[in-house]
Nanobody, 126 residues
Framework: QVVLVESGGGLVQAGGSLSLSCAAS????????MAWFRQAPGKEREFVAT????????YYVDSVKGRFTISRDGAKNTVYLQMNSLKPEDMAVYYC???????????????????WGQGTQVTVSS
């Protein structure tokens, strides 16, 4: 069992920045990727970014490229999401996810991840 604990959400004005973090804990697990997804009211959960273990390859949804940066601290099993130039359309509940299996089919799909955090609200005022 892996537990993901997110922190860092909040309220920010459009154009501002926020940083999210997510720490994974548990016994006898291996991480192969961690990701951020988001879900706005009335919309489906959307992939935002992912980073692989151990090579740190990153992938982003087009709408956040150049504005968001995903990074990790392998020693702490923690992933971060630095969000700059926030827009009202970035407002959502952001979820951290972890993949603990080597095999994967689609890193952009929620189905590829085994564990999820509780979510943290990001509110962007215009």
């Amino acid at each position: 069992q892996v537990v993901l604990v997110e922190s860092g959400g909040g309220l920010v004005q459009a154009g501002g920045s926020l940083s999210l973090s997510c720490a994974a804990s548990g016994r006898y697990f291996s991480l192969y990727a961690m990701a951020w997804f988001r879900q706005a009211p009335g919309k489906e959960r959307e992939f935002v970014a992912t980073i692989t273990w151990p090579y740190g390859r990153t992938y982003y949804v087009d709408s956040v490229k150049g504005r968001f940066t995903i990074s990790r601290d392998g020693a702490k099993n923690t992933v971060y999401l630095q969000m700059n130039s926030l827009k009202p359309e970035d407002m959502a509940v952001y979820y951290c996810a972890a993949r603990t299996r080597i095999a994967y089919t689609n890193p952009y799909s929620a189905d590829d991840y085994d564990y999820w955090g509780q979510g943290t609200q990001v509110t962007v005022s215009s």
